[in-house]
């Protein structure tokens, strides 16, 4: 994925590229990174099939409801989806959020209105896309190309994956909050988190890995703030 986004043309921030090692060097001002789960993330969905359904990503910035410290009220990922993988058919009761095709190939993205007990709707769905809006039938396919982008509102299942033959995708998100935990709604109940075999060490430590500050916070200077 690094090699990915650095095709692109996309800088992360510094967090992205710590080691383990460096990990354990950081303290508590680096506590928002803990809480709201920054940093690079994995996913099968629980199935075990990585090849097929999940992807990795990095949360670039996130707020947090549950915890006034954090006040912002949006979220930025980046995400790699390979040729072959899926993300599966899913809701958020609650965030808003526009999906953007940052580079490589093309991602289709599936969307169908929820019914009211969260079975597929075969109404007309409205689609908000760059300045664009328009209806497509439930079911529609929409593509993006690179540059492109969808806002998916609450309530709209979609699912995403790449087209054949278009190579590995960079998708970039920008959406209010992300709660994973209590904001998606699968339309078939599976997990969110993988369980991961450590048959090597790791290269990153993923956003649910970090160790624990052992320090307190080093107060700045007042010249240096």
Known sequence: MEALIKKHGFETPPFCSWTPEEWKTKNH????????????????????????????????????????????????????????????????????????????????????????????????????????????????????????????????????HVEEGTGAVLLGEVSMCNDDENDNRFYEPIGRFPTIEEDEPAYRLLCNEYPKAEKEARKLPSSEI
């Open 29 to 160: 001002e680096y506590d928002e990174i803990r809480d709201n789960m920054l940093g690079w993330d994995i996913t099968d969905y629980g199935l075990g099939k990585f090849d097929e359904v999940g992807f990795a990503l990095i949360t670039i910035r996130n707020g947090n409801a549950k915890d006034d410290r954090y006040t912002k009220p949006y979220a930025e990922k980046l995400l790699m989806v390979n040729e072959g993988q899926m993300a599966p058919m899913h809701f958020h009761w609650n965030k808003m959020e526009d999906i953007i095709n940052r580079g490589g190939g093309n991602v289709l993205i599936t969307v169908y209105n929820s019914t009211e007990d969260g079975q597929f709707a075969d109404t007309a769905v409205t689609v908000h896309s760059d300045g664009r809006t328009y209806t497509v039938p439930a079911g529609t396919r929409v593509r993006l190309t690179p540059g492109e982008s969808i806002t998916i509102q609450p309530y709209l299942y979609h699912d995403f």
